[in-house]
């Protein structure tokens, strides 16, 4: 129904009118390619890039015929410019005539093949590619009399180094994360897999910014649907322009209505190769850390990359408690108030007593209370994420005594309700990746509790769980591997069995490819039979 | 097709599962008590072994029309009028079983945990879960049984395993005091749930493996015999001869239970298992009324319908009985004998049509 009218709403927007991302559309009709008078095609360029403060254009003799350079200030390489452009173009260029040297006619071909020192050289002919290559960090080399222009990528620009990522921080395991340049990024990516079978496919969306976006998978494991998927759903994209992963992920997602993420995302790159080994899709985004994954399951979110670090058992340990954190993040405030407003006689007489002494005198009812102290501790936390730093102290001063101290010591609160709420809050901390969804479920929860008790909170966790069923991330079944049930899958969700008992890739995902280890067999001291045996059951 | 979804085999036990265990375990034990005393747990033992017979010929049945459901078959077997009344026959039962379901679970609800809270409120609550589960289609509602199944089975084991210290196996003697008759008179009554695998007739089309549909319903019925054996045992043992006046003996089951004065009363667990299950036990029979209806009337889509159909079966619960006492009377008195051809007699009987015209439907 909302949706409907939701779709309504978004039909009425006026339509888009210019589909293609490319620099091209600021080039008057009819004087799309190079003319071959170099001053003619120097003004062309200057009046469509008007007249920018950063561009520079240097005139230049290469031997007897007017040459030009064309870049933008701060984005290329100057040493690379001076020596190996700008030097060779000038005082190397004798071979340019030798004719023993020489192969290709026209001017720009002799220059690519024997002048420059530069490994990225295209011949271009469009004014619309040559506006490409100057703004996406190149040079553009135009010569008289020539209808051929060169354009060289030589990026360098200020960038972040790589440093440790701030929301996915590790005991054990790699400590580089993303950056914001989309190269590096891949860098980091191809040096974790070595394999002539990983594809990166480039992208580019957004109509202004002419965002470059990667589509990287392995072939073999991928299953190819998918792929194609995710670059038809890329190729939809209309937008003028994309700033953050997180753009691209609102209309790449299965599910836009849902409070439950359906596209994952990571800044380690770590994280992206055991997704792609998987059998994933990853979508780099140049100017941003987080890379997205499809698909992207619930189970995921209760996986940290450390728990397959670490060794097995204490890995499997803390997957149970973090869903532990899940439940009780989630329904701890509702089951306080199912309990105290209406069946306090199921907790144990003492407990009951002491529960309903510090309950005595307090104004609210428990549902208010829990609400009441939900909303500040959001506001609290958000205060957290936003304010610079000195003034933290004074927020978790102001929070800690005054909210919670003074309100219980002053009987405007109970205190099971702060204890209830900093447990809750505590507890939300632990699945990063659903705190989205955590807020509404805890707060829905809480007021099916008030109106019903334990039956609305159970009615509500039915609800939860049929949409949660419903859900798919690209095809796969968002519940799986535990419904559609799947027991291989199974080994690695509430548990993490050693790696040497997980010989298959996760089903769900990864089917067409389904072993990722040859015979496996847990390690045994020398001269055990099991070693010579060299079979497990995978 | 009106529902594109498939099923696997185990979702379909699971689901068989489902529709036959919640209630059955929490009103069978009081009313098998009745007829049979202390020997209640072999009429279970026998009324299982119904239930795989029933679950057989509805088995066989359906598998000789792997593509159709039984009102989409009914007419090739006994003629285009004939065959639409028994599709309506059908849909008529599956609306009517399930009001009786509905207003029991409210009736439970309201009697033993909420007695403040209209009646209404947890119909509409759970008639809107169940709506919400069948527009998503048989699959989600497969899915999310997969979860909820092993929480149900999970907190039953729990539950009896937590009462063993207040168990007492004399109480189950003297076996077989006044012969094997009382415990024949007992297979009646259960029977009804047993062979409530009549879902299949409109389920089985939609399993990736329809041929397989005869052992998923076998395992599906031997795991609620096995089921309705342990709380019918534990009932039996922990409150002998009170047994027969108790309404929701599991109920009282964890009520008794206490451990270490920490954990007092299960009864959250109680009403998990109820809420949880009796959903998904709704939500089946609702799914085969709706599907069915609009495949009487040759719809393309069956979403229309579920509105309309549950506030049908919301406005039915309610109105049918004035109390407790008159839907528990209809339920012991004049369900089985009606509701028991139904499920099992009229399969059998177009089985035997089906094998004398020699029809098979599998290739169209």
Not at chain 1, 65 to 90: F, H, P, Q, S, W
Not at chain 1, 124 to 135: F, H, Q, R, W, Y
Not at chain 1, 284 to 296: A, I, K, M, R
Request: net charge positive.
């Amino acid at each position: 129904m909302s949706r409907s009218i939701f779709r309504k709403l978004l039909s009425m927007k006026p339509k888009p009118d210019n589909k293609r991302v490319s620099p091209a559309r600021a080039v008057p009709a009819g004087r799309d390619k190079l003319s071959g008078e170099l001053a003619a095609d120097l003004d062309m360029l200057r009046n469509v890039l008007g007249n920018s403060m950063d561009l520079v254009i240097r005139e230049f003799m290469l031997c007897d015929t007017r040459a030009a350079l064309v870049y933008i200030n701060g984005i290329i390489d100057k040493e690379a410019l001076r020596e190996n452009v700008l030097r060779a173009l000038m005082v190397d260029t004798k071979m340019v005539n030798t004719p023993g040297y020489s192969s290709g006619n026209s001017l720009a071909a002799r220059v690519k093949e024997n002048v420059l020192s530069i490994a990225n050289v295209k011949e271009a002919v469009e004014i619309g590619s040559i506006l490409e290559g100057i703004l996406g960090a190149g040079i553009a080399l135009l010569f008289e009399g020539d209808h051929t222009a060169l354009t060289l990528k030589l990026p360098a620009f200020e960038t972040r180094s790589v440093g440790e990522p701030q929301t996915e921080s590790v005991v054990r395991g790699p400590r580089e994360g993303f950056v914001e340049y989309l190269y590096t990024n891949l860098s980091m990516l191809r040096r974790k897999i070595k394999s002539p079978d990983l594809r990166l496919e480039r992208m580019q969306v957004g109509r202004v910014t002419g965002t470059d976006v990667c589509v990287a998978y392995i072939k073999g494991i991928a299953n190819p649907k998918i792929v194609e998927e995710v670059k038809k759903r890329l190729e939809r994209i209309e937008l003028d322009g994309v700033l953050e992963s997180g753009y691209i992920e609102e209309f790449i997602e299965d599910a836009p209505f849902s409070i439950f993420p359906t596209v994952g995302n990571t800044e380690k790159p770590d994280r992206v190769a055991a997704q792609l080994l998987e059998g994933r899709v990853a979508i780099f985004t140049d100017g941003t850390p987080f890379v997205l994954t499809v698909p992207y399951l619930f189970l995921e979110s209760v996986q940290a990359s450390e728990d397959y670090y670490s060794r097995h058992f204490s890995s499997s340990l803390f997957r149970s408690l973090r869903i532990l954190a899940l439940i009780l993040t989630t329904e701890l405030p509702a089951l306080y108030v199912a309990i105290s407003s209406f069946n306090p006689e199921i907790l144990p007489t003492p407990l009951l007593l002491t529960m309903a002494s510090s309950r005595e005198g307090v104004p609210l009812p428990a549902i208010g209370e829990v609400l009441v102290m939900g909303v500040i501790f959001e506001v609290l936390r958000e205060a957290g994420v936003r304010l610079p730093r000195p003034v933290g102290q004074a927020v978790s001063i102001v929070g800690a005594l005054v909210l919670g101290d003074a309100a219980v010591s002053a009987g405007l609160v109970s205190a099971p309700a702060v204890i209830v709420t900093a447990l809750t809050g505590i507890a939300s901390f632990v699945v990063p990746s659903q705190s989205d969804a955590q807020i509404f479920i805890r707060f829905c929860f809480t007021i099916m509790a008030g109106f019903a008790g334990f039956f609305g909170l159970f009615l509500g966790f039915a609800l939860i769980l049929i949409h949660l069923a419903s859900l798919r991330s690209y095809g796969t079944p968002y519940l799986s591997p535990l419904a559609p049930f799947s027991k291989g899958d199974l080994r690695d969700t509430f548990t993490r069995f050693p790696w040497w008992a997980m010989g298959g890739r996760p089903r769900v995902i990864g089917w067409r490819n389904p072993r990722r280890a040859g015979n496996v067999s847990p390690p045994a001291p020398p001269g055990d039979k099991r070693n010579s045996r060299g079979e497990g059951d995978g | 097709m009106l529902e594109d979804g498939k099923i696997s085999g185990r979702q379909a036990a699971f689901l068989i599962i489902s529709t036959i265990l919640p209630t059955s375990i929490m009103l069978l034990p009081g009313i098998i008590y009745q007829e049979a005393a202390q020997d209640s747990w072999m009429s279970i033992i026998l009324v299982t072994f119904f239930g795989m017979a029933a679950g057989l010929v509805i088995a066989a049945l359906g598998m000789r029309f792997p593509d159709k459901t039984i009102v989409q078959y009914a007419g090739l077997l006994t003629g285009r009028v004939l065959g639409k009344a028994i599709g309506l026959l059908y849909i008529v039962f599956f609306i009517y079983i399930n009001t009786f379901v509905i207003r029991q679970f409210g009736e439970l609800l309201v009697t033993m945990f909420m007695p403040e809270t209209p009646l209404l409120v947890f119909l509409i609550g759970l008639m809107m879960a169940s709506a919400y589960s069948i527009r998503c289609g048989l699959e989600v509602l497969a899915r999310v049984n997969e979860i909820v199944l092993p929480v149900v089975l999970g907190l039953l084991l729990l539950i009896v395993l937590l009462i063993i210290p207040e168990m007492q196996a004399q109480k189950l003697t003297p076996v077989l005091e006044k012969g094997i008759v009382p415990v024949l008179r007992g297979i009646y009554y259960p029977a009804l749930f047993f062979a409530e695998t009549a879902v299949m007739l409109m389920i089985i089309p939609f399993l990736n493996r329809p041929r397989k549909a005869g052992g998923i319903i076998l395992k599906g019925i031997v795991t609620v015999g096995l089921f309705q054996l342990l709380t019918m045992l534990a009932t039996i043992m922990v409150f002998g001869p009170r047994t027969a006046r108790i309404q929701f003996p599991v109920l009282i089951l964890a009520r008794q239970i206490s451990i270490a004065e920490l954990i007092e009363r299960a009864e959250p667990f109680v009403m998990l298992i109820w809420v949880l299950g009796g959903f998904v036990k709704v939500a089946v029979f609702y799914y085969c009324a709706v599907l069915g209806t609009a495949q009487l009337l040759n719809l393309k889509d069956y979403k229309s319908l579920v509105l309309p159909t549950g506030v049908l079966l919301t406005v039915l619960s309610v109105l049918l009985w004035g109390d407790v006492l008159e839907l528990t009377r209809q339920i012991t008195k004049l369900l089985p004998p009606v509701f028991i051809p139904i499920e099992a007699g009229l399969p059998l009987l177009l089985l035997v049509l089906a094998r004398l015209r020699g029809n098979r439907g599998g290739g169209r």
